[in-house]
C-alpha cells in the first residue's frame, strides 16, 4: 500500500477529531475522505501533509513513516479549500513558486510552468491576478500549483465547495479526467455523498473522528457496514420497530432499519401482484414528479416509506389503497447494518443483483 | 432596520438644512480655532521677521545639531520598532498559543504610561542610582544624559505603533497562504517576504510614517532622559523648549516651523497611503 | 486556522524577538520602577501621599483631563458627525488635519496654543479684554489637552457612524421624531461604545501628556502643576523615592481607569450583542 494510517489520533483540547484512524490506499487512486462537517475529514487530511501532528499511531508513505518528516519534505501537493492563491502573484509566479523554493534552474522552471499551464487550459492566462480569475480558474491554478514540483501525494480539501454549482459538475469530470491521466495517487476531502462517489475510486467514511467503512463507492452503497453508512450513502427512509410490516416480523422489539427506495414495490389496483403473501396493504400518501419518474409517499404498517414508480404504469392518486412489497432493508444491529431481505419470498429476497 | 420605511420617506436621506448649516459651521469653527490656528500663529511667529531671521535661526550651529540628533532617534527608533513590529506581528499571528494575550497587553503598554514614566524607568534602571549603572560604569558605557538614552527612550514610546498596525490585518487573514508556501518547499524568510509582506505592505507604510512622526516629536520621555546638555543630547523639541525658556521666541518659533511641515508632510504622506491602498483593495 | 508551531517556521526567531526586545525595552525598565517601589519605606509613601503639593497636582491632572475628554465628547462627536454625514467645501482638508495633533510635536503644539491665548495672543487678547485669562491658568491646560486628545475621539467615533445606516435615522424621522430626538434616542446609543473608548483613551493621553502643557499652564505650584510635572520636579531634585512614589499612584489610578472602562465595554457589548 502506498499510503497508510494506523490507528491515527489527534484531539484539540476536549475535542476527539481522530479516533484510531486507519485506511490505507494503493499506489494511483483517486479517493476521497467523506462524512459530514466536524467529522474528523479535515484534520486526516491535515495530518498526513504534516500540517497537524498526530497524538499517537503513524503514517506511511511508500512503506515509510513520515511523521519525523517536516511538511516541506513528505512530497505533498495540497489544494487548500479557498485555494490559498498567492494574491499578490501572477498565476505564472504562483505555479513557479514551490519550483523556486526548491531551486531549480531558470529554464526548467519556465518549461515545467508552460507545461502545466497546457495541462490546465489556461496556456493565455499566465500574467493574470488570482483577483481576476473566475472561481473555476482559480481552482485549477491551485491544482496546477500543488504539481507543479511533482509531488507523490496529492491532497485536496473540499475542492468545489467554493465553485458555484453549475461549475462544480464540469469541474468534477475534468478533475478526475487530469488525475487520471497523470496517474498520481489522490485524497481528497468532500461532505458531499455524490461529489465522492462520481469522483472516486474509493471512499473513506468518516463520522465522529472515526472510519466508518472503506472501499469502492459501490461496495458502500450496497452493503454499508454500519447504520451510519446506510443512512449517509444514498437515500434512504430509517424505521424504527419495522417488525409490524410483511415479511420481517421475526425483528427484534424496537430495532430500526433503513431502507432504499429501490426496496420497495407498489402494485396499483388492478396490476397483477407478484408474491402474493408477502405482500401489504398500503395508502398512498403523496406523489411527487421527479422528471422521469415519481416519487411516491406510501403508508404501510404505520411507517411513511418513499418509492419511485414509472410513469408508463398505471396512475395513483393521494388516498389510494395499494400493495406494497418490501423486498430487503438494512438492520441495525447495535454498531453493524445487515442486509435482511422479506423471508415470505421464495429466494428470501437477499440477492441484491444490479450490476454496471 | 429600516427597510420596511424606506418608501415612506422617498429614498435618500435628507438632513435638516438649518441644523446642517449650524453642525458644519460650528465644526468648521472648532477647527479652525483648535487644528488652523496653532499651525498659523506658529509661520507667522516664525517667518514674522522676515525670511533672514528665519534663517539665521535655523541654522544656528545648536539647531542643526539638535536637528542631526532628532534623525538619529528618529531613524534608530523607527527601524528597530519596524523589525520589532513585523516580529511581533508573525509571532502572534501565525501560531496558536497560551499567553498571546499577555504578550499583546506587554505591546499595548507603552501607550497607556505617561511619557514622564517612561523617562523615570529608565532613569531607574541606567540612571546614577540605577541598579544597572555600576555595571555601565565598569564598561565605560553612558546610558541615561546621553544619546542611547534618548534612542532607548524613544524606542519605549513608540513600540506599539508598526506592531499594533500589522497585528490585526495578520489575524484577519489566517494562514492558508503560508502554510501553502511551506509545503511547496519555501523556508520562513522566502514565505515571509514572498507571500505575507505584501499584504501588510500599506499597513507598514502607514505604520512606520505614524511612528516616525510620534518619534520626531517625542518630548515628555526624551526630557527626562536628556540631560538638557546643549549640543549633546539635544533633540529639536527639547532645543524649541531652551529657546523658548530663555525667551528667544522668534528663534523657538523657526524651529517649530520645520517640525510642522515635517508633520503636515507626514499627514499628507498619510492621506496618499490610504487612497493608494484602498483603491489596491479594489 | 492557526497552524502548529512545527508547520509555519519562524517561531523561534520571531518569538525570540518579540519577548527579548519586550524584555529588554519594556518589562526590565518596568521592573526597575516595581524594585524601587518595593524599597520605599511606609513613610516615604505617607509623606507623598499626604503632600498638599502632591494632591493639588493630582487633582488638576485628572480634573483638566476629565474636562478635555468631555469637551471633546461633545465636539469630536459633532466633528465626527459633520465630517461623515455631510458633504461640503474643506470637508477632507479638515479629515486630514483631524489627525495633526498626532503628527505634531507636542513641544510645538504647547508654544503655539501659549502664544495664541496669552495675553497679546490673537485668542488671549480679545479675551483679555472681557477680563478672561487662559494661558497660565487651568483653561489653558484643558485646552491643550483638547488639542492632544481630539483625535482619540473622532477617530473612535467615526467608523462606527459610517457603518451605522442612515436608515435608522429615517426610520425614527418617519416615526415622526424631530432631529435631535432621532439623534439622542436612535444614534447616540449606537455610538455609546465607541465613544467610551475615545473618552477613556483621551483622558488617558491627558492624564500623562506633559509637553504641551507646561508651556500653557505656568506651572504655579498648588494652581497650575500637573502630576508629570512632579514627577519631573522630584527627578531634578535628586528625589527618587518620591519621584517613584508619585509615578506609582499615577500608574495605578490609570490602570484603574482603564480597567473599569473596559469592564463598561464588555457590559455595552452584551447590551449591544442582541
Known amino acids: 500500500m502506498f499510503v497508510e494510517l494506523r490507528e491515527v489520533s489527534k484531539r484539540f483540547g476536549s475535542f476527539e477529531a481522530a479516533r484510531k484512524v486507519g485506511f490505507s490506499l494503493a499506489k494511483g487512486t483517486l479517493a476521497a475522505l467523506l462524512g459530514p462537517s466536524g467529522s474528523g475529514k479535515t484534520t486526516i487530511l491535515r495530518m498526513i501533509a504534516g500540517l497537524e501532528a498526530p497524538d499517537a499511531g503513524d503514517i506511511l508513505v511508500d512503506g515509510q513513516s513520515v511523521l519525523g518528516l517536516a511538511p516541506t519534505r513528505r512530497g505533498i501537493g495540497f489544494v487548500f479549500q479557498n485555494y490559498a492563491l498567492f494574491r499578490y502573484m501572477t498565476v505564472f509566479e504562483n505555479i513557479a513558486f514551490g519550483l523556486r523554493a526548491q531551486k531549480r534552474p531558470k529554464a526548467e522552471v519556465r518549461d515545467r510552468v508552460a507545461e502545466l499551464l497546457a495541462l490546465i487550459g489556461l496556456e493565455e492566462l499566465g500574467g493574470r491576478f488570482p483577483a481576476q480569475l473566475s472561481g473555476g480558474q482559480k481552482q485549477r491554478v491551485a491544482f496546477a500549483r500543488a504539481l507543479a514540483p511533482r509531488p507523490r501525494i496529492l491532497l485536496l480539501d473540499e475542492p468545489f465547495a467554493a465553485i458555484d454549482a453549475k461549475v462544480r459538475r464540469e469541474l468534477r469530470s475534468w478533475l478526475r479526467r487530469m488525475i487520471g491521466h497523470l496517474g498520481i495517487t489522490s485524497l481528497f476531502v468532500t461532505h458531499d455523498q455524490s461529489e465522492a462517489i462520481e469522483v472516486a475510486d474509493r471512499i473513506i467514511v468518516t463520522n465522529g473522528g472515526r472510519v466508518e467503512q472503506a472501499g469502492e463507492p459501490i461496495e458502500l452503497y450496497r452493503s454499508p457496514a454500519t447504520p451510519f453508512v446506510a443512512r449517509f450513502i444514498g437515500e434512504s427512509t430509517v424505521l424504527s420497530g419495522y417488525g409490524g410490516l410483511r415479511g420481517f416480523e421475526g425483528a427484534p422489539e424496537g430495532a430500526s432499519c433503513a431502507i432504499r427506495p429501490e426496496f420497495v414495490r407498489l402494485f396499483a389496483p388492478g396490476e397483477p401482484v407478484q408474491f402474493e403473501n408477502s405482500v401489504q396493504e398500503g395508502l398512498v400518501e403523496g406523489l411527487a414528479f421527479r422528471g422521469d419518474a415519481l416519487e411516491v409517499t406510501v403508508t404501510v404498517g404505520g411507517f411513511s416509506l418513499a418509492t419511485g414508480y414509472s410513469l408508463e404504469r398505471p396512475p395513483l392518486s393521494p388516498g389510494q389503497a395499494v400493495k406494497v412489497l418490501i423486498y430487503r432493508l438494512y438492520a441495525f444491529d447495535g454498531d453493524r447494518a445487515v442486509l435482511v431481505g422479506n423471508r415470505l419470498l421464495a429466494n428470501g429476497g437477499g440477492g441484491y443483483n444490479f450490476q454496471i | 432596520m429600516g427597510a420596511g420605511t424606506r418608501g415612506a420617506s422617498g429614498g435618500a436621506w435628507r438632513p435638516n438644512p438649518v441644523a446642517r448649516t449650524v453642525l458644519i459651521v460650528l465644526s468648521l469653527a472648532f477647527a479652525f480655532l483648535m487644528l488652523v490656528m496653532p499651525l498659523l500663529v506658529v509661520v507667522s511667529q516664525a517667518f514674522g521677521a522676515g525670511w533672514e531671521a528665519f534663517w539665521r535661526a535655523v541654522s544656528d550651529s545648536f539647531t542643526v545639531k539638535a536637528a542631526k540628533l532628532t534623525a538619529i532617534t528618529t531613524v534608530t527608533a523607527v527601524a528597530a520598532n519596524t523589525a520589532f513590529g513585523l516580529a511581533a506581528a508573525w509571532a502572534l499571528t501565525r501560531y496558536r498559543y497560551r499567553g498571546q494575550g499577555l504578550l499583546t497587553t506587554v505591546i499595548d503598554l507603552p501607550f497607556a504610561i505617561s511619557p514622564i514614566i517612561a523617562g523615570l524607568i529608565f532613569i531607574l534602571t541606567y540612571g546614577r542610582l540605577g541598579w544597572a549603572y555600576p555595571f555601565l560604569e565598569a564598561h565605560g558605557l553612558k546610558i541615561v544624559f546621553a544619546v542611547p538614552g534618548l534612542v532607548m527612550a524613544t524606542v519605549f514610546v513608540t513600540i506599539p505603533f508598526v506592531a499594533r498596525e500589522l497585528i490585526p490585518v495578520l489575524a484577519a487573514r489566517g494562514t492558508d497562504e503560508e502554510q501553502a508556501a511551506v509545503l511547496m518547499g519555501a523556508g520562513f524568510l522566502r514565505t515571509f517576504a514572498l507571500v505575507t509582506l505584501p499584504h501588510v505592505k500599506w499597513a507598514l507604510v502607514y505604520s512606520v510614517i505614524l511612528c516616525a512622526a510620534r518619534a520626531m516629536g517625542e518630548f515628555g520621555a526624551v526630557s527626562v532622559v536628556s540631560g538638557h546638555l546643549r549640543g549633546k543630547t539635544n533633540t529639536l523639541p527639547l532645543h524649541i523648549e531652551i529657546l523658548y525658556n530663555e525667551h528667544h521666541y522668534r528663534e523657538a518659533f523657526a524651529v517649530s516651523a520645520i517640525l510642522v511641515i515635517a508633520s503636515v508632510l507626514v499627514l499628507a504622506a498619510r492621506s496618499v497611503v490610504e487612497t493608494v491602498s484602498r483603491r489596491e483593495v479594489r | ?274
Open chain 3, 1 to 274: 486556522m492557526t497552524a502548529s508551531r512545527k508547520t509555519i517556521p519562524g517561531f523561534g526567531l520571531t518569538m525570540g524577538i518579540t519577548t527579548s526586545y519586550l524584555g529588554f525595552f519594556v518589562l526590565l525598565p518596568m521592573i526597575s520602577l516595581a524594585l524601587r517601589a518595593a524599597d520605599l519605606s511606609l513613610g516615604e509613601i505617607v509623606s507623598v501621599a499626604t503632600d498638599a503639593r502632591v494632591l493639588s497636582s493630582y487633582r488638576v491632572s485628572f480634573g483638566c483631563s476629565l474636562l478635555a475628554a468631555a469637551i471633546n465628547a461633545v465636539f469630536g462627536t459633532m466633528l465626527a458627525w459633520v465630517l461623515v454625514r455631510y458633504r461640503f467645501p474643506g470637508r477632507r482638508m479638515i479629515d486630514g488635519l483631524v489627525e495633526l495633533p498626532f503628527a505634531l510635536p507636542t513641544a510645538v503644539a504647547g508654544i503655539a496654543l501659549t502664544s495664541l491665548t496669552a495675553d497679546k495672543g490673537w485668542i488671549g487678547a480679545p479675551l483679555a479684554r472681557l477680563g478672561i485669562a487662559v494661558a497660565y491658568t487651568r483653561a489653558g491646560i484643558v485646552v491643550a489637552l483638547v488639542f492632544v486628545t481630539l483625535p482619540f475621539v473622532v477617530r473612535s467615533i467615526q467608523p462606527v457612524l459610517e457603518e451605522l445606516s442612515p436608515d435608522y435615522e429615517e426610520a425614527g424621522r418617519t416615526l415622526g421624531a424631530g432631529g435631535f430626538t432621532i439623534f439622542r434616542r436612535v444614534v447616540l446609543p449606537e455610538l455609546r461604545p465607541a465613544l467610551l473608548t475615545g473618552f477613556s483613551l483621551a483622558f488617558a493621553r491627558g492624564l500623562g501628556e506633559y509637553g504641551s502643557v507646561i508651556f500653557i499652564a505656568g506651572n504655579r505650584p498648588f494652581r497650575t502643576e500637573i502630576a508629570p510635572l512632579m514627577i519631573v520636579t522630584r527627578l531634578e531634585e535628586f528625589m527618587y523615592g518620591q519621584a517613584t512614589a508619585v509615578a506609582l499612584f499615577m500608574l495605578l489610578a490609570s490602570f484603574a481607569v482603564m480597567f473599569l472602562v473596559n469592564r463598561l465595554q464588555i457590559r455595552a457589548a452584551a447590551f449591544a450583542g442582541g
